[in-house]
C-alpha cells in the first residue's frame, strides 16, 4: 500500500501553521510534539501507521472553520478524524497533514421527541446517542460493532451500517441534516428538520463521502420508538448452500427480521473455543431476529422456524428469555475478539447478491487453500454484506501481502458476482487500489469531479478512495 | 421543433446527448408537469423498457427506466413484493396523462404515505446508470442493499429532475407486501391536535406505517393511523394505539382510505397546490400564516407524513388575484426558509407562467454547489435547463 511523499516544504512550515492554529484554538487543542502526535498515527487498520505532522481538537463548528481557513490558506492536507475506528484506514494521516479530530465535540444539542430527531455535534458515539434518549424509549437505529466508540462523524463520512440495517436502514436513511464546514472554512447548513431534499440531494453524497468533501460537525439524526422485545432463534445447518436457501426462503416469505446473522464452521468453531455459547456442531449456523410485542416475537419466530424445518436443520433453538437470547448472540458478538486470539487477521466487508452466497463461500474456501491461510466467514445475510476474516500472522515475513493479495482476490469475487467492494467499512486506503475493478474511469473521473466542487485543491484527506495515479493530476494541483 | 427523441438503448441516449444542439426536454412518461418545463427536443426514455432482473429472494429488482410503474408493480405483485416506498401518482392531481415510468419516479424522487416509515424513493434505489450532459455512460452503485464503494452518486440522482443525466437502468430494494393492514380514524378537532396525534402514535413502537388527516364530507378533521403486517400482530398494535389514542378525539377503524391520501383525487379540481415539507410541528406555524393570509378565502390543507408533509391548496375562488397569489407564495417560501424545509408548487394556472422560483430557493452556500456540481455533469447546461429554478 503506497502513500504519496510527504511535502517538504509543507514539513517546513509546520512551525508556522502551528503557531496559527494556536492562535484560533485553547493551548492544549493543537498537539505538534512528535511524542503526541504519535497518538494519530494509525485507526483500527493498524497495520499502516504515519503520525501526523500537528493534529487539532476543536470545540466547535467556528473552531473548525478557522482551522480549515489556516490549512486551506497554507495548502495543508487535512484528514478528519472521528474516533479513529475505521477499518479501511479512513483517518491514516500522511506525514505532512493536520489531523482535524471531533472527539471534544461530543454535545447533544436538541432532543425532538415529537419530532423524533436528535442534534448531536459529530464527535458524539453512535452509542451515545441512543443513551441520550433512551429515558424515553427512543433509540438511534444504525448500528456499527464498534458503537461503543465509534464517533457520528465516521458513520457519516463511511455510511455505516450494522447488524440491524436489515429492518432500519443504514447511516444515509437515517439522516436529515448536517452543519459542515467546507475546506475553505465556510459553514453550511444541508438538510434539517424536514424529510427529503427539494434541490439536488447533496446531504445524500456528503453520507459516505469519507471526509473528503467537508467536515461535518453537527448531524440531525432520526430517532425511532424502542421495540417493546426482541428475540432471536439459531438455526444450525450441515451446509452453507442450505443455510442461504433458508435466508431466501425467510425474505420471501415476508418476515422481516431486524437481523440475519451468517456464521460458517471456521468462525463457529473459534467462536465455540473462545466464548463457550453453546453453539452445536455444524456447517453453517443463523441468528434471526425478530422485534415486536411478546406475541408478535412468538409469532414471528414461529413462521421462521416452519421455513427453517423444511430445510432439515441440525439443530434449532429458539430462545426463550433474555439470558438465552445473550447466549446465542455471545458467540457471534464475540467472533472478532475470538479470531484476534487465535491470529491476525483482516477483516474484508465486501456485499453480494444474497443468491450468490454458496458459490461466493465455496470459491473463498477454494481462495483459501490456494493461499494457504485460513479464513472464516461471518456476516449479515440478509443482505449480503460479508465479513471474512483472512487469518495471518504478522510477524512472519510476507503473509501481510500474502493476506493482502488474497483479500483483493475475495473482493474482486464480490465484484464479478454482481456485489461491491464495501457494504459499510468504506474504500479509504484499504480497498482504494481495487476501485478500477469496479468502476470504469470515466465512473470514477465523476465521482473525483464531485470532489472538485467541495474541496478544488484536493486538501481534504486526498490520498483516499480513489487509486493514487487516478488522482494524481489533480492532488499535484 | 423536430420530433420527440425515443432512443432504444444506452448507446442511442449518448448519442442523442452528444448531437443535441440546443436543450433537451428529458421526459419519462411525462406525468410529472413540475417545475418550469424547459423549452427543447424533448428526449423521452419510453422506449427504455424492460425488467432486467429479479430475484425475490434478495429483495432486489433491476429495470430500465422507460419500464412503467404498472409494470413493476404486477411483476412484484406475482411474487407478493411492492415498491415499499408506494410513489404518488401525480397524474390524479396534476390531471396529466400518460405512463408513470421508474424513471420519472426517481427523477422527482417520488414517495408517498409509507415514506415515514420505510423511506423516501432514494432510500430505495441501490444503483444507477444514467447518460450525462457530456454523453458519458456512467455507473454508480450497484444491485446489493449494503454499498460504500466510492460517492453515493445515486442519492443525488434521485430528485435530480434529470437535470445532471438521464436515467437509464435503476436497481431497486423491494419488499414482501404486508399479510393485512388496519386504519384507525381518530377524529379530532384543530390542527395542533392533529399533529400531536400523530406524533403520539408515531412514539409508539408499533411500526406505524402512515400518519395524516383527513376531511370527512361534512367538513370534520380527522387524523389516520395506518399499521401493516401480520393479523394477529395487527389486531394487538390497533387495540395498543386506540387506547394511547382515544385521548386526542372519538377513535373508529375504517377501511383503506390511503390511495386518497396518496393521490390526491380531491385536489384535481383545485386552480394551485403547494407541497411543503417541514419538521412536523413546525406545520401549525405555517398553517397560522396560511389562516392569516388566506382569512377572507380560506385554502385546503392535508398532512401526511405525521405533518412533515403538508399539501396546501387554493381553488380558483380562493385563488382571487395575481399579486396575492404570489404574495402567497413568496411568503410561504420565506417562512418555510425560516422554519428549515422547503415548498414547491406542484401546479398552479394563475402562477405558472410568472417568474417565481416553483421550487424552494436554496441557500448561498447551496446554491453555490449546486450550480458548480450542475456544470461538472452537465457542462453544456442542455438537461431541463431550468427545471428546478
Request: glycine fraction near 10%; include cysteine.
Amino acid at each position: 500500500m503506497e502513500m504519496p511523499q510527504p511535502n517538504s516544504e509543507i514539513l517546513l512550515k509546520k512551525a508556522k501553521v502551528a503557531a496559527a492554529l494556536r492562535a484560533v484554538l485553547p493551548h492544549d487543542a493543537v498537539i505538534d510534539d512528535s511524542s503526541e502526535t504519535r497518538a494519530y498515527e494509525c485507526d483500527a487498520l493498524t497495520a499502516y501507521r504515519c503520525p501526523p505532522m500537528i493534529a487539532v481538537l476543536p470545540s466547535t463548528t467556528q473552531q473548525v472553520s478557522d482551522v480549515l481557513k489556516i490549512c486551506h490558506r497554507e495548502g495543508v492536507p487535512v484528514v478528519p478524524r472521528g474516533s479513529g475506528t475505521s477499518l479501511a484506514g479512513g483517518a491514516l494521516p500522511t506525514a505532512d497533514c493536520v489531523i482535524l479530530g471531533v472527539a471534544k465535540m461530543s454535545q447533544v444539542l436538541e432532543t425532538d421527541y415529537e419530532n423524533r430527531l436528535i442534534r448531536v455535534q459529530s464527535g458524539r458515539t453512535n452509542l451515545s446517542v441512543s443513551g441520550a434518549v433512551e429515558e424515553e424509549d427512543f433509540f438511534y437505529a444504525p448500528d456499527p460493532s464498534s458503537q461503543l466508540a465509534c464517533a457520528i462523524a465516521g458513520n457519516i463520512a463511511m455510511n455505516s451500517g450494522g447488524a440491524h440495517c436489515l429492518k432500519y436502514g443504514v447511516t444515509t436513511n437515517n439522516l436529515l441534516g448536517v452543519t459542515m464546514v467546507m475546506m475553505d472554512g465556510e459553514i453550511v447548513e444541508i438538510g434539517g428538520g424536514h424529510l427529503d431534499s427539494s434541490g439536488l440531494d447533496i446531504l445524500g453524497i456528503i453520507c459516505g463521502s469519507e471526509g473528503q468533501l467537508g467536515v461535518v460537525t453537527e448531524a440531525i439524526l432520526r430517532i425511532l420508538p424502542k421495540p417493546e422485545g426482541a428475540r432471536p432463534v439459531m438455526i444450525a445447518f450441515d451446509s452453507n448452500e442450505v443455510a442461504g436457501a433458508c435466508v431466501a426462503d425467510i425474505i420471501k416469505a415476508g418476515v422481516l427480521p431486524v437481523a440475519i446473522e451468517f456464521m460458517d464452521r471456521p468462525i463457529i468453531e473459534i467462536c465455540e473455543n473462545f466464548a463457550k455459547a453453546g453453539y452445536p456442531e455444524c456447517e453453517a449456523l443463523l441468528i434471526v431476529e425478530v422485534e415486536g410485542s411478546e406475541t408478535e416475537i412468538q409469532d414471528q419466530l414461529d413462521r421462521i422456524c416452519t421455513i427453517a424445518q423444511k430445510h432439515n436443520p441440525v439443530e434449532l433453538r429458539q430462545s426463550q428469555s433474555d439470558a438465552e437470547s445473550a447466549a446465542i448472540w455471545l458467540g457471534r458478538k464475540s467472533a472478532f475478539g475470538a479470531v484476534g486470539q487465535v491470529a491476525d487477521y483482516m477483516c474484508l466487508d465486501g456485499t453480494i447478491p444474497v443468491s450468490a452466497l454458496p458459490e461466493v463461500l465455496r470459491r473463498i474456501k477454494e481462495l483459501s487453500k490456494y493461499y494457504g491461510l485460513r479464513v472464516g466467514n461471518v456476516f449479515h445475510a440478509g443482505d449480503g454484506n460479508m465479513h471474512p476474516l483472512i487469518m495471518f500472522d504478522a510477524n512472519k515475513e510476507g503473509d501481510l501481502e500474502l493476506c493482502e493479495a488474497m483479500g483483493a482476490d475475495v473482493l474482486r469475487l464480490c465484484v464479478e458476482v454482481g456485489g461491491c467492494l464495501t457494504g459499510e467499512h468504506g474504500v479509504g486506503i484499504e480497498k482504494r487500489d481495487l476501485m478500477e475493478d469496479q468502476y470504469s474511469a470515466s465512473d470514477l473521473e465523476i465521482q473525483m469531479a464531485v470532489k472538485d466542487v467541495f474541496d478544488p485543491g484536493w486538501l481534504l484527506n486526498p490520498a483516499k478512495v480513489f487509486p493514487l495515479s487516478v488522482s494524481e493530476s489533480r492532488r499535484a494541483s | 421543433m423536430s420530433a420527440p427523441l425515443f432512443p432504444q438503448d444506452e448507446a442511442e441516449l449518448s448519442a442523442a446527448i452528444i448531437d443535441a444542439a440546443g436543450p433537451l426536454q428529458i421526459l419519462g412518461g411525462g406525468t410529472r408537469t413540475i417545475g418550469r418545463i424547459s423549452e427543447g427536443q424533448k428526449l423521452s426514455t419510453a422506449q427504455l423498457k424492460g425488467i432486467v432482473l429479479y430475484e425475490p429472494g434478495a429483495l432486489t429488482l433491476v429495470a430500465k427506466t422507460g419500464t412503467s410503474i404498472a409494470d413493476i408493480v404486477t411483476a412484484l405483485a406475482a411474487e407478493n413484493q411492492k415498491l415499499a416506498f408506494e410513489p404518488m401518482d401525480h397524474r390524479i392531481m396534476l390531471g396529466t396523462e400518460g405512463t408513470p415510468t421508474l424513471g420519472g419516479v426517481m427523477a422527482a424522487n417520488v414517495s408517498g404515505p409509507r415514506r415515514i416509515q420505510v423511506g423516501a424513493a432514494r432510500d430505495f434505489a441501490l444503483g444507477v446508470s444514467f447518460v450525462d450532459g457530456s454523453g458519458r455512460f456512467l455507473k454508480n452503485g450497484g444491485r446489493v442493499m449494503k454499498n460504500v464503494t466510492g460517492y453515493d452518486l445515486v442519492k443525488l440522482m434521485a430528485g435530480s429532475w434529470g437535470t445532471l443525466g438521464v436515467l437509464s437502468e435503476v436497481a431497486l430494494k423491494v419488499l414482501p407486501v404486508s399479510e393485512t393492514q388496519a386504519t384507525l380514524k381518530i377524529h379530532v378537532s384543530y390542527w395542533d391536535n392533529a399533529v400531536a396525534c400523530m406524533s403520539a402514535a408515531l412514539g409508539t413502537p408499533f411500526d406505524v406505517s402512515g400518519a395524516a388527516t383527513v376531511r370527512d364530507a361534512a367538513g370534520g378533521l380527522g387524523v389516520i393511523i395506518r399499521v401493516e403486517g401480520f393479523e394477529a400482530s395487527i389486531r394487538y398494535r390497533m387495540t395498543e394505539l386506540r387506547a394511547r389514542l382515544a385521548k386526542f378525539g372519538e377513535t373508529e377503524e375504517i377501511s383503506d382510505p390511503w390511495a386518497e391520501v396518496k393521490d390526491l383525487p380531491a385536489w384535481a379540481p383545485l386552480d394551485t397546490v403547494w407541497k411543503v415539507s417541514v419538521r412536523p410541528t413546525d406545520a401549525l406555524n405555517v398553517i397560522a400564516m396560511m389562516k392569516e393570509l388566506q382569512k377572507d378565502y380560506g385554502f385546503s390543507c392535508q398532512l401526511d407524513w405525521g405533518g412533515g408533509l403538508m399539501w396546501l391548496g387554493l381553488d380558483a375562488k380562493q385563488a382571487r388575484d395575481l399579486p396575492a397569489c404570489i404574495q402567497v407564495h413568496t411568503a410561504l417560501q420565506g417562512a418555510v426558509a425560516q422554519l428549515g424545509g422547503h415548498a414547491t408548487l406542484m401546479k398552479s394556472d394563475i402562477l405558472s407562467e410568472q417568474d417565481i422560483p416553483h421550487f424552494q430557493p436554496l441557500s448561498r452556500p447551496v446554491e453555490m454547489i449546486t450550480q458548480t456540481l450542475r456544470g461538472k455533469f452537465d457542462p453544456r447546461g442542455i438537461l431541463n435547463p431550468g427545471r428546478m429554478n
